[in-house]
């Protein structure tokens, strides 16, 4: 019960929708507006700067979720999110008000060569066309006709349009491939158009630019919007990356990058990092920030490397380019005045600020890696390496130790090791969609699978895989990846399905209920009990299903429960959608959050129709004669001690009248008992209709019945009530199971009993006695009469 109380809590949007969804509509719809410009950093407070690439007001509702789920994932550190532009991110970073940078690639590096920033610690899977990508580049883009630019050395001389030079996609990719290729940047007249990158390729369509950069997937996504003239477009030099579905004129560089600053705590960095890499696609906040998620952190050393040789700033005063195209502008004067000391000179500079930055790059590279490696501990992530030419898996310790191994127990490792240690069948699906990915050509793939653990359970393995190289034609030559321990996540997820599955399959109706008692769901048997469909309850009160049988204290009890003790239990009788009454057994529960506040109301509820008509059956059964329905001997007893007490105070008399049949017994001898049963139902219905509403007719057992008659007047009037049962009686009876007829008569004794009678002889025994003895008499005296007494104190 406590798993279903718990899967209540919870609507089922999505399994454990976080807490922060609530807020993120109440922050989009109240339109709340971006932070103050200037913020101090607070001791338990982490800030993320991040790059705001487009206005705050479309940037806040898609992004500040991701402050929200930090903040989830990190218990007891308010997490805060800042939008910064290029400026007010440097002004942010000088007065050291930041504690982790979101931003592009080529903004990453600037910031990096700037300050004292640390390695990533995620890199951004953005979602392009549905499509999930972790990597950018740069295209090469002219009109079909232009057939003059069909390689990159044709671009000297030419008019190239740009979004501007600070970009990496739209201009550093490029220009990085122009000066591997020795072609001067100088040599090309750049038209710089400003963002978005659509005014590139408008420039190049209109013939105002011989070709244009743009970043990859700008196309495809022109394309995909309808721009049918993009058709008319070539790229130039097209690359194509396996695995990578965009087109692309360059190498391919990582997209954004998520930094922490030198002084954040390092298990801070890494518990970050850890929830950043387990969002998941339809996460709401991915959906929200329309991303798929976050994966390793990539090298960004590569864009560093584009950057340094498209100069763009700060790379821009880079000697080794200056020198080189100094001398090849002023070549003739260069050589005419040179020396051999000042070439020395010149090339001992290079050198050693060369030597320098190769020095501070590899220290950077190192601390990168020190730091890849620290998360990858964090996340507890086992690693694996696969060298497929040499058939060689090399496995980290925490591969081992997560299977309860050390390394050196399960050497020498293969693929046979990990073969051995999983679960045959989820071994055979891994390796099947394995070969189907490799088959595709994807880059990236994973799995879940089951492996043995040293203890003999089995640990539920979530695998993450890569391919790192390949051969020329494509094959793949070292595979790289980690294992994450997710047993956890899995036994949850299965009792949750438990759960749910017990939460539509029992027979107890479910109901749960807002903060403010309106309806958010309901279970399958609430339907079936209550008559109503989701459709028709949801979001309504349960005040719908009332039927008015309770009155206001009920109602203020069962509130007063549910203040007071958090529960109220009892029977409750609801009114079904057909109209008819159902009374129904329930507990209702409140449910509160950590503060206390109300959260739901759950009522769980049985319908117990079947259990109530069951107890009035066994109520009626103890006080009527199974074979007639009359009242019996004990009902007789309460009703005629009533009608004694009830006429001694109105007072008036009582009559009894005692019975039992003549000759009864040859019936049953003759016919069968069964006979002389329906011969006894017949009697009694016949009795019946001759006896006053009020009077009670009672069946005392055998062939003996009685009469109570209230109110009357004398013996006379007793009699003739008597003589009115006699008669009855004295009918013939066609008994349809024999085929005969029979008829009966009766020896009556009757009293009557004056409300001047003393309390000992008013008692129902007293006067049911002198009755039976009355009843003799006439039996001795010949049957088929009556008998009264005057009653005589
Ligand atoms: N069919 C049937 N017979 C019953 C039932 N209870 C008692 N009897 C029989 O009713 C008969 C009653 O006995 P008596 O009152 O002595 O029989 P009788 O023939 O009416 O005798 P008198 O009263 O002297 O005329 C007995 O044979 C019982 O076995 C019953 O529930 N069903």
Redesign the pocket.
């Known amino acids: 019960m406590r798993a279903l109380l718990s899967l209540l809590r919870f609507r089922p949007t999505r399994p454990c929708l976080p807490g922060w969804l609530g807020a993120v509509f109440v922050l989009v719809f109240l339109g709340a507006g971006a932070l103050s410009p200037v913020e101090a950093r607070e001791p338990n407070t982490l800030t993320i700067g991040m790059f705001a690439y487009r206005p705050v007001s479309v940037l806040e509702p898609a992004w500040r979720p991701l402050a929200w789920y930090l903040q989830e994932q990190v218990p007891g550190v308010h997490v805060n999110i800042r939008f910064l532009d290029q400026d007010a991110m440097t002004r942010a970073l000088e007065r050291d008000e930041l504690d982790l940078v979101f931003t592009n690639p080529a903004h990453y590096i600037t910031l990096r060569t700037q300050n004292q920033l640390s390695g990533a610690i995620a890199t951004l899977v953005a979602l392009e066309e549905g499509k999930a990508v972790s990597q950018l580049g740069g295209v090469l883009i002219r009109r079909k006709e232009r057939t003059d630019i069909q390689r990159w050395q044709d671009l000297p001389g030419k008019v190239v349009a740009v979004t501007g030079t600070q970009y990496l996609g739209g201009y550093a990719t490029q220009a990085k491939e122009l000066v591997q290729r020795g072609i001067a940047l100088d040599s090309i007249e750049f038209k710089r158009l400003g963002n978005p990158h659509d005014k590139v390729v408008a420039a190049v369509l209109e013939g105002q630019a011989d070709a244009g950069f743009i970043r990859t997937g700008i196309l495809e996504s022109l394309h995909a919007e309808g721009k049918a003239e993009v058709a008319d477009l070539e790229v130039v030099e097209p690359v194509s990356h396996s695995g990578f579905p965009f087109k692309a004129s360059t190498a391919l560089y990582p997209e954004w990058a998520m930094v922490a600053l030198p002084h954040l705590d390092r298990d801070l960095s890494r518990r970050i990092s850890a929830a950043l890499l387990a969002l998941e696609p339809e996460d709401v906040l991915s959906q929200l920030a329309g991303i798929h998620g976050f994966t390793i952190p990539a090298d960004y050393q590569s864009v560093q490397e584009a950057m340094m040789a498209a100069r763009v700033p700060p790379f821009d005063k880079a000697p080794t380019v200056s020198i080189r195209e100094f001398a090849r502008q002023h070549a003739a004067a260069v050589i005419a005045v040179g020396s051999i000391l000042l070439t020395v000179m010149i090339a001992s500079a290079w050198v050693l600020r060369t030597n320098r930055r190769l020095n501070l790059a590899q220290g950077r590279l190192a601390q990168e890696r020190q730091r890849l490696e620290d998360i990858i501990e964090g996340t507890n992530a086992g690693t694996w390496e696969w060298y497929v030419a040499e058939d060689r898996i090399v496995y980290g310790r925490r591969w081992a130790a997560m299977l309860g191994y050390t390394l050196e127990e399960l050497e020498p490792v293969s693929l046979d090791t990990w073969k051995t240690l999983t679960h045959p069948v989820d071994q055979q699906e891994v390796l099947a969609q394995l070969d189907k990915d490799l088959a595709a050509g994807v880059d990236a793939f994973e799995s879940e699978f089951r492996m043995r653990h040293k203890a003999g359970h089995w640990v539920w393995i979530h695998n993450l895989g890569r391919i790192i190289r390949r051969t020329e034609d494509g094959k793949p030559l070292l595979l790289t990846g980690i294992h994450l321990d997710v047993t956890e996540r899995k036994r949850n997820e299965e009792e949750r399905a438990l759960s749910h599955s017990v939460f539509l399959r029992t027979h107890t109706g479910v109901m749960v209920t807002d903060e403010s008692n309106r309806i958010v769901q309901i279970n399958p048997a609430f339907t079936e009990i209550t008559g109503y469909t989701p459709e028709e309850v949801l979001g309504k009160s349960p005040d719908m299903l009332a039927s008015g049988e309770h009155d206001e204290a009920f109602y203020r009890k069962l509130w007063n429960d549910l203040e007071g003790k958090g529960e109220w239990e009892g029977e409750i009788i609801n009114r079904h959608k057909n109209g008819h009454t159902v009374p129904e057994r329930m507990t209702i529960s409140v449910v509160r959050d950590g503060d206390g506040a109300i959260q739901h109301y759950i009522g769980v509820f049985t319908d117990i129709s079947l259990q109530k008509q069951l107890v009035r059956e066994l109520q009626h059964s103890a006080h009527h004669d199974l ?1 007639t329905g009359l009242p019996n001997r004990a009902l007789l007893y309460d009703r005629l001690g009533l009608a004694l007490a009830q006429a001694r105070r109105a007072r008036s008399s009582v009559a009894v009248i005692f019975l ?7 019936v ?1 001898d003759t016919y069968g ?1 069964v006979v ?2 329906e011969l ?1 139902r017949r009697l009694a219905q016949r009795m019946r209709g001759v006896v006053r509403d009020g009077d009670t007719l009672a069946r005392l ?3 003996e019945f009685v009469v109570v008659a209230n109110a009357v007047a004398d013996e006379e009037d007793a009699t003739a009530c008597a003589e009115r049962v006699l008669a009855a009686i004295g009918e013939p009876v066609t008994l349809k199971m024999a085929g005969t007829t029979v008829r009966l008569s009766a020896s009556v004794g009757v009293v009557v009993c004056p409300p001047t009678a003393s309390e000992e002889d008013a008692l129902p025994e007293a006067v049911l006695g002198r009755a039976d003895v009355l009843m003799y008499e006439a ?1 001795r005296a010949g ?1 088929a009469r009556v008998v009264v007494q005057r009653f005589v104190p």
Do not use: A, Q, T, V
Request: a negative charge; zero cysteines.
């Open positions: 074979l039992d049949l003549d000759g009864f017994k040859p049953n008992h002389g049963d006894l057992g055998g062939d039996k049957k």
